[in-house]
């Protein structure tokens, strides 16, 4: 049998992808839809090695990968706490953008489809208003990307937002602090490159997600997570398209997966694609 699943990572304000499987299942995400400067399809290869088997579930899972992948222009990776990500200087913009709570999650999409490198909805505050935070690097017109998002989703006035800049390395010790181990479910974890593994008898995936979609917290990555763990039995052909972090691609190998192939336009997502797999080897 040979499983194939598409994981586009974005929304329909671009390029309308979605994550699927031969059997049907529709699961949205981000990332994906950013604009591309070229249209060539980088990927990276996972085939299984048989030197490491583990128990997991009543199945057992092959885990190693050899890595094969054509060369792709460096992008930058979450240093380890050890290293303190000092050499990590640039700047980028964080944008607080204030809008109606009803359409801040079509916003947030569509602001990820026009040059924003993440966002986060902020629903902390009462009434009808929330602030979108958005991540854009310093040679976006931010303007220009805020109105095309705010058109695209069919409000008439482009709404009030904030602009500061701020210093890479502050951002990537940010997020090291809150990308946590996650427990998917039992017996499998997804743990970040510069924590200790809970639980050295589970079925580790450790990451080091860069600046690529895929930790394992967001909802879709979970849902497909489960998905995969449950239709793959052993020996299958699997193919993740739209990679981002490589997650998927390497879950399927630990679950059983003979082949695993992961493919992506995005050039930080192929840097951390590949050092994932590196990591997971």
């Known amino acids: 049998m040979s499983t194939i699943m598409y994981s586009f990572r974005s929304h329909f304000f671009k390029h309308l ?33 048989p ?27 979450l240093p380890s706490k050890a290293s303190g990500g000092d050499s990590l200087t640039s700047s980028y913009l964080s944008v607080s953008i204030r809008c109606v709570k009803d359409v801040s999650d079509m916003l947030s999409e569509a602001l990820l489809c026009y040059g924003a490198s993440s966002t986060t909805v902020d629903e902390s505050e009462d009434g009808n208003e929330v602030c979108v935070e958005s991540i854009f690097s310093v040679s976006h017109d931010v303007k220009q990307c805020i ?22 390395s502050d951002w990537i010790r940010a997020v090291q602090d809150s990308f ?27 990451l080091n997600p860069g600046l690529a979609f895929g930790t394992g917290e967001h909802s879709t990555t979970k849902l497909c997570l489960f998905l995969l763990h449950d239709i793959i039995k052993g020996g299958e ?15 399927a190998i630990k679950f059983g997966a003979a082949l695993s192939v992961g493919f992506d336009t995005d050039a930080e997502a192929i840097t951390a694609a590949q050092h994932n797999a590196s990591l997971n080897g």
Not at 181 to 200: H, Q, R, T
Request: proline letters at 7%; one cysteine or more; aromatic letters at 10%.
């Open 17 to 49: 992808s979605s994550t699927t499987t031969l059997c049907a299942s529709f699961f949205s995400g981000r990332r994906m839809c950013r604009p591309q400067t070229h249209s060539w399809f980088t990927s990276f290869t996972y085939t299984p090695t």
């Open 51 to 77: 030197h490491i088997t583990r128990k997991h579930q009543g199945r057992f899972i092959t885990t190693g990968a050899e890595l094969s992948t054509p060369s792709s222009s460096s992008a930058p990776l």
């Open 147 to 168: 109105s095309l998002a705010s058109n695209s989703i069919g409000l008439e006035n482009i709404p009030s937002y904030q602009v500061v800049v701020h210093n890479q």
């Open 180 to 206: 946590q181990p996650v427990k998917v479910m039992e017996g499998l974890w997804i743990v970040p490159e510069w924590v200790s593994v809970p639980d050295p008898r589970a079925t580790n995936i450790i």
């Open 237 to 251: 052909t699997f193919l993740d398209f739209g990679t981002g972090s490589g997650i998927l691609a390497i879950a």
